[in-house]
């Protein structure tokens, strides 16, 4: 029944106040609801400071001591701060790329956007290569080695709607890397693909002629007779942190120097071809920001999302100021989507991608381990490189694999408890990936852009 009748009537039966105040209530719930609504459209969502900011001030990144000039102290995992304030609204003032950069590349100019598409079973070109047969293969990733029995999650070959993919061709692409250097920098997501490529090229290097350095913060696999290398950088969060061990990472908080790529750029500045990813590690609650011009250990912390588009803004001033596209191919791979919630795509189903078998076949599916405010936020920033930095949009056709992920299928270092041996969901992986499997196709993907 309405309300409204009754108001014009000349009695009322409610006092003029209660309907001022229940007139109040309405309009406060209504404007909190399309404030909401803004926050959760807005692309700048999540990097709004934790205090209202009136005005920025804007820093120059990555200078060789520190906007103050001295010898900066190099975050490791024993550093920690003095003290923690909320965030100044401080901004990163990257380089200009120059009008030379041109547009942005990715598969969206050629005449078919490789992105789009569906996965194919293919059990006759797939996998391109045995997980047995491949010596580097790491444990976490080597599902059937650890009892996955089921080996479809192998076969599926991604197939572009309107054309097809480059076909994979190891010899082709050793005459890509040949006297070049192959750095993949990002954290263990990245690690994973490194080794995927690692794996789809050595098979046609005699013994003799390969070798891999031990596991470090840089580790390289070397072809002799091409005079190439493939690296990986571990560097999760892109500028110095004090998560830089590749194996001691594992602290209650995480530090970054916001401003500075300058110990990590030392080392990949000198690749011939990058391939860098950051997302993971940004979604783990408040950071630490230790500014470069912070000479008493004095912290500030912001949310994730605020904390990641810094870091992007101190890589990218090093992207727009050092790369001259035609002597170096700088990629930059997009968020890999996790499956923690079967409930996204089987409503009702309480589970996760433990003993999935098949992948996703709702075109356009979009689950929560996919963040769209970061993904906005990333956009914007390789917008402004152009031509320096092509985009490997690997999100969307991830999206559809939740059954690619090692689940229980991988070592853990970690003892487990007999309650997560009863409950096997429980302690699955559902961020890595199996291989052979996705990655693969990720670097298909960059084969196809080189």
Sequence with gaps: MSVTPRWSRKKSHFPLLAVLLLAFITCSILYNEFSIQQIHESPDHGSTPTTPQTSFTYVKPNLPNGASGMVLEVLDRFSSCNSTRNYSGKKIQW?????????????????????????????????????????????????????????????????????????????????????????????????????????????????????????????????????????????????????????????????????????????????????????????????????????????????????????????????????????KRVFFVTTSPTHFWSQEWEPGSEGNCYNQMRPITSEGYWGSGSDLPTMRMVDKVLSGLGSKVSVINITQLSEYRKDGHPSIYRKFWETLSPQQLANPASYSDCIHWCLPGVPDVWNELIFHFL
């Design 95 to 327: 380089a200009d790329p120059g009008t030379e950069s041109g547009r942005r590349r990715s598969a969206r100019q050629e005449s078919c956007d490789v992105f789009s598409g569906k996965w194919v079973f293919d059990n006759q070109s797939y996998p391109l290569y045995k997980e047995s047969d491949c010596p580097y293969m790491s444990d976490q990733l080597a599902c059937h080695k650890h009892g996955r029995s089921d080996l479809q999650y192998q076969y599926w070959r991604w197939q572009p709607h309107n054309c097809n993919l480059k076909r994979w061709n190891v010899t082709e692409m050793w005459e890509k890397l040949r006297g070049k250097r192959l750095m993949f920098v990002g954290d263990s997501l990245n690690r994973g693909q490194w080794i995927s490529m690692v794996c789809l090229l050595q098979s046609v290097i005699p013994a003799d002629k390969k070798s891999m350095t031990p596991n470090a913060q840089l580790t390289i696999f070397r072809a002799e007779e091409y005079n190439a290398t493939v690296e990986f950088l571990w560097a999760p969060l892109l500028v110095e942190s004090n998560s830089d061990d590749p194996v001691n990472h594992r602290l209650s908080e995480r530090i970054i120097r916001p401003d500075s790529v300058l110990k990590h750029s030392s080392q990949w500045e000198h690749a011939d071809i990058l391939i860098f990813n950051s997302y993971l590690w940004w979604r783990q609650g408040p950071v630490k920001l230790l500014w470069s011009s912070e000479e008493n250990g004095n912290c500030e912390e912001l949310d994730g999302l605020g904390a990641m588009e810094l870091a992007m803004g101190a890589w990218a001033d090093w992207v727009a100021s050092k790369v001259i596209p035609q002597k």
